[in-house]
């Protein structure tokens, strides 16, 4: 079955730490983006990366990096710089651009995010 | 500024209750795509519509319908006879037409928990 897969789902950081969350897709998707969800809001915009080797800031990109190396992975460094780290992040990705604009998102599980 | 507000943070219902789940969103752009997506227990968000500016007749989908009003910046949701498996958050969002903007830069609401009881 194909969709996007997160890993892990529960992760710890401890303070100075840096830690990556994985997300693999087998969609053949060019579009992948991460979302952070904090208790009673809604889901905001880290990065986003519509090509391999190719990303972009979203809303709330400080203290977060990304790479794309390959189309099916977009991991997501949370680094010591990211002073409020708690809370669910969320992978997802879209069909290839040029096809129907504003496709709709498939989404990972989600990692959840702690400090020790 | 763009923004979707959705006031409603929690609701519950009865088994078999209808219930509306309120979306309200601004925007400059006059072509603009309105979404909604559902998230259970489970954690990932399942998509359920996607309907674009232009396009204002309302939709049905077994249980779920949808009323788009341009008038009123408003993009509601109902579910008949609500079924205890409804039982999640619900976002709202909102994603801008414009070149570069692939779709997945959403301006979310902010969700509504539904709970639906037996």
């Known amino acids: 079955d194909g969709g996007i897969t997160q890993s892990p789902k529960y992760l710890f950081r401890k303070e100075g730490q840096n830690v990556t969350l994985s997300c693999e897709q087998n969609l053949n998707h060019d579009a992948m983006y991460w979302y952070r969800q904090d208790p009673g809001q809604g889901l905001r915009l880290i990065y986003y990366s519509q090509i391999v080797n190719d990303f972009q800031k979203g809303d709330i990109a400080e203290g977060y990096s990304v790479s794309r190396e390959k189309k099916e992975s977009f991991p997501l460094t949370v680094t010591s710089a990211q002073k409020n780290p708690t809370a669910f992040y969320l992978c997802?990705?879209?069909?290839?651009?040029?096809?129907?604009?504003?496709?709709?998102?498939?989404f990972g599980s989600g990692t959840q995010l702690s400090v020790l | 500024a763009q923004k979707v507000t959705q006031a409603q943070t929690e609701i519950s219902v009865v088994e078999k209750e209808d219930v509306t789940l309120d979306c309200v969103y601004e925007?400059?752009?006059?072509?603009?795509?309105l979404f909604w997506y559902k998230q259970p227990p489970s954690g990932e968000l399942v998509f359920l519509i996607r309907?674009?500016?232009?396009?204002?007749q309302n939709e049905i989908s077994g249980r779920y319908s949808w009323n788009f009003q341009k008038s009123t910046s408003s993009f509601n949701f109902t579910i008949t006879a609500s079924q205890v498996v409804d039982s999640a958050v619900y976002f709202c969002a909102l994603s801008e037409a414009y070149v570069g903007n692939q779709g997945g830069k959403l301006i979310f609401g902010q969700g509504t928990e539904l709970s639906v009881k037996p």
């Open positions: 309907r674009n500016s232009f396009d204002e």
């Open positions: 925007t400059r752009d006059t072509t603009y795509y």
């Open positions: 997802a990705s879209s069909i290839p651009p040029g096809i129907v604009r504003n496709e709709k998102l498939f």
